[in-house]
């Protein structure tokens, strides 16, 4: 006959099971820092998330682990070459913040012919994100181009055309450039007085800036212009 478990027997073993999923960062540096970091930050939003069936709910605490040593992994492979510093300890990078929002420097008429010659499947773009209380900047990736109708579709924002205009009003695609890219992979933001703190990036942002490459990156920016 199978022995009953007593309250600390399930105690003991439920604490098993988490030095089991934690067991990958008990390595020291800072790919356990981010880890950490980023455990806390997704565990944090999911609890503050209402409504969401258990099954949802399971379905990403399970995913957890391997997107977050994925974009651990990303994170400090694309820190050997940005021009922007990796804080482990926050999972954020950081770059100093402009006193206005950073411009692409063209009309968006000017930027048709860009997006025309560079838009592609995978390619990372900045939408900069605008409401009555604040503005920011994005990064979405494409998933579909249209040639014909010169407009693009993106992973999370949806259709946008060339020039920039999409489904979302507050929605318009930015030409990049090296200050637009830096500003949307450290979350700043600004409001009417300026300068605001900047925002936390989604763990699916932080999966794209990792693929950034920036070498390439200027080189077709300088190319392009």
């Not at 999409?166 to 890219?181: F, Q, S, V, W, Y």
Request: proline residues 5%; aromatic residues 6%; hydrophobic residues 40%.
């Amino acid at each position: 006959m199978a022995k009953r478990l007593t309250a600390d027997d399930r105690k003991s073993t439920l604490a098993n099971q988490q030095a089991d999923i934690f067991q990958p960062l008990a390595q020291q540096g800072d790919f356990a820092e981010l880890c950490s970091a980023l455990y806390e930050r997704e565990l944090q939003q999911l609890s503050q998330v209402d409504d969401m069936p258990v099954a949802a709910l399971q379905r990403r605490l399970a995913s957890l682990p391997h997107y977050i040593r994925h974009a651990a992994h990303g994170c400090l492979n694309a820190a050997k070459q940005s021009p922007l510093k990796l804080d482990v300890q926050n999972a954020s990078w950081q770059a100093p913040q402009p006193t206005k929002v950073p411009s692409s420097g063209t009309s968006a008429e000017k930027q048709i012919p860009w997006f025309s010659k560079h838009a592609a499947l995978g390619l990372v773009v900045p939408v900069l994100y605008k409401t009555p209380e604040f503005t920011t900047i994005m990064l979405d990736s494409i998933d579909r181009v249209d040639t014909d109708k010169q407009r693009l579709r993106l992973n999370y924002r949806g259709w946008l055309d060339f020039a920039g205009q999409g489904e979302h009003a507050e929605d318009t695609l930015l030409k990049p450039n090296k200050r637009i890219m830096t500003a949307a992979c450290c979350g700043h933001q600004w409001n009417h007085k300026g300068r605001i703190n900047p925002r936390t990036l989604t763990l699916r942002e932080l999966l794209l800036v990792a693929t950034l490459d920036w070498k390439k990156f200027q080189m077709a920016l300088r190319i392009a212009h």
